[in-house]
């Protein structure tokens, strides 16, 4: 089937497989750390797990996988490291400066990282994703086969593309986004996000195609829509394909819930909530929020390597129990959470974190 073909059908894919959808407050001045546990104020506040897990390099994202297991970008030791929930190392895979990671239904990784390649006679290095296949080896991520799905040959004149997070649906469609400088183009710029396609969605086999990218999204947009140098990007665990975003651009609104709606006319993203009336959509609400993650209660969690806080909101938007502060963190640029735990990727102090509710003690 041709690639235009998939274009043509992808709306009609996306509506029929995944049609849906349609705490105390306070300040992060006000955030007290005393030795290794942030105290927000009041009887709830997160405190840490030890002991931390020690050993990286500037880690730039953390994953809780289906399995579960645990999945770390260490970003600059040029690996991907794999850990039982008890933080026992299984298995690395090396790979060029990995940064973000997700998994499909398959169980298959999908990560953003860097490769070397020759251009003209001289080595240059370009933004990549790459998937690995984990089940044909009984999760032996070291003899995983794998698949680079970008950059595209074209792709190889646009050296400053980067590649800086996916998130995947029900039915293994999935995301990827991307940002850069050059965003004059209105059929490809470079703050995009991308549409990957299982080819089995349409009796094509094995593999992912390719087939455009989200619409109606600006690459340089001032509103909640926008995708502006776009630094996460998060999917509900449900049949939506709603999505929680974060920017790093000129915006001042820097996370988002997008809910994806379809009309008689259109359907396109649009926020979930209305400008200035939730926090979690306030203008300044983050400083460079570079991670995002959600658990099973639909709370929302922001890693902000500006403010190094871990923003949290419940599905109405509203902040709950915020926590961290520069005693704490360094830059957190990852968060993940699993069973009532949160994991962070304390990038700038080289290790992975973990924290309870002290209600749930």
């Not at 001289?122 to 998937?131: G, L």
Request: a negative charge; one cysteine or more.
């Amino acid at each position: 089937m041709k690639i235009k073909r998939f274009i043509k059908y992808i709306p009609i894919a996306v509506a029929v497989v995944f049609y849906s959808s349609c705490g105390d407050k306070f300040d992060l001045n006000n955030i007290d750390v005393s030795g290794d546990n942030p105290n927000v104020g009041g009887d709830t506040l997160y405190v840490q797990l030890t002991p931390a897990w020690e050993g990286y390099n500037q880690p730039q994202d953390v994953f809780v996988g289906r399995e579960p297991l645990i999945y770390v970008a260490d970003t600059e030791n040029n690996r991907v490291v794999m850990l039982n929930l008890a933080g026992q190392i299984l298995g690395t895979r090396a790979v060029k400066r990995p940064v973000a990671i997700t998994q499909d239904y398959r169980l298959n990784l999908i990560v953003a990282a860097e490769f070397d390649t020759s251009v003209g006679g001289t080595t240059q290095t370009f933004s990549a994703v790459y998937k690995y296949d984990l089940v044909s080896v009984d999760h032996a991520l070291e003899l995983a086969p794998v698949t680079r799905l970008l950059p595209r040959a074209q792709d190889l004149n646009r050296p400053g593309l980067e590649y800086t997070g996916a998130c995947v649906f029900a039915n293994n469609l999935f995301y990827v986004a991307r940002k850069g400088p050059n965003n004059s183009s209105f059929i490809d710029p470079d703050n995009s996000i991308l549409i990957f396609v299982p080819k089995s969605l349409f009796g094509g086999g094995e593999g992912d195609t390719l087939v455009g990218r989200v619409p109606n999204i600006d690459p340089l947009g001032q509103g909640p829509v926008s995708a502006f140098d776009i630094s996460s990007i998060t999917s509900f665990n449900n049949q939506s394909i709603d999505l929680i975003i974060t920017l790093t651009g000129g915006t001042s609104f820097k996370g988002n819930w997008l809910n994806y709606r379809i009309t008689p006319i259109d359907q396109r993203y649009v926020s979930n909530f209305t400008p200035n009336t939730v926090d979690l959509v306030r203008p300044n609400q983050f400083g460079r929020p570079e991670g995002s993650a959600l658990d099973n209660a639909g709370n929302i969690f922001i890693a902000d390597a500006e403010k190094d806080s871990i923003f949290k909101f419940n599905a109405f938007g509203d902040e709950l129990e915020s926590f961290g502060g520069s005693e704490l963190f360094s830059q957190p640029y990852g968060v993940s959470v699993f069973n009532e735990t949160v994991y962070v990727a304390d990038t700038g102090n080289n290790r992975i974190l973990r924290f309870k509710l002290s209600t749930d003690f």
